[in-house]
């Protein structure tokens, strides 16, 4: 079966850091992502994992344990613009098709 | 280079009509994928075609859905014989299917049936 949890929201203040977890069990893995998406809007690349480790990128970074099924996007010194649904994918199968999450939708507050 | 459009942007038809959405992806990306996003939801894959030739379908897609690429380029999805339960956002992406075969979304066609 397909399954992938991450937490429903998450509340963050400015300028502090958020990470946000995401678990899976798939019958076929080919990569992970991360998606952010503003509301009516589509979703937008942040980053992708394929070996185990940390993946760096401005303020956003993202870890990948492929033995514990588990990810995590962490985002630094956060701005009220980052406030939106963050999505995450695990590519899988012939067809490399995405396989979300639910999301999280973070809200940052003053 | 664009990006990925969609037309139209959002559909409102009553239940029982045909309806059908148009997906333009990035030139040169030969794969191309339609997912259903519900409220509160993550994208659902629906159908993945590469080139012209559809390779993979969800059953979440009924016989009522068909999705065709006829040329390799554009994509159309019809919904014949819409039902409340359609309504939802349709995101179409594309990829180059290279490197992180990373995939590149459409604003998508926000349909409401009522």
């Known amino acids: 079966g397909q399954n992938i949890d991450q937490p429903t929201e998450m509340t963050a203040t400015e300028g502090a850091i958020v990470q946000i977890n995401c678990t899976y069990q798939t019958s076929g893995f080919n990569g992970l992502f991360w998606y952010q998406q503003h509301a009516g809007e589509a979703p937008t690349f942040l980053s992708y994992?394929?070996?185990?480790g940390l993946e760096e990128k401005g303020r956003f970074s993202s870890f990948l344990s492929r033995s514990k099924g588990y990810s995590y996007l962490l985002l630094k010194e956060l701005q009220m613009k980052d406030s939106a649904s963050y999505l995450c994918?695990?590519?899988?199968?012939?067809?490399?098709?995405?396989?979300f999450g639910t999301g999280t939708l973070l809200a940052v507050q003053p | 280079d664009t990006g990925v459009s969609q037309n139209p942007r959002h559909k409102i038809t009553k239940r029982g009509q045909n309806v059908t959405f148009r997906c333009d992806p990035i030139s040169e990306h030969n794969r191309l994928y339609w997912y259903r996003q519900t409220l509160g939801q993550g994208p659902e894959f629906l159908t993945y075609f590469q080139n012209e030739a559809q390779l993979e379908k969800s059953r979440l897609l009924s016989d009522r859905f068909s999705a065709e690429r006829p040329k390799g380029s554009f994509s159309t999805l019809e919904i014949q014989r819409t039902e409340q339960g359609d309504s939802a956002m349709y995101l179409c992406a594309s990829s180059p299917g290279t490197v992180t075969y990373e995939q590149y979304f459409g604003p998508g066609t926000r349909l409401t049936v009522t």
């Open positions: 994992n394929v070996l185990d």
């Open positions: 994918a695990v590519r899988g199968g012939a067809t490399n098709k995405l396989i």
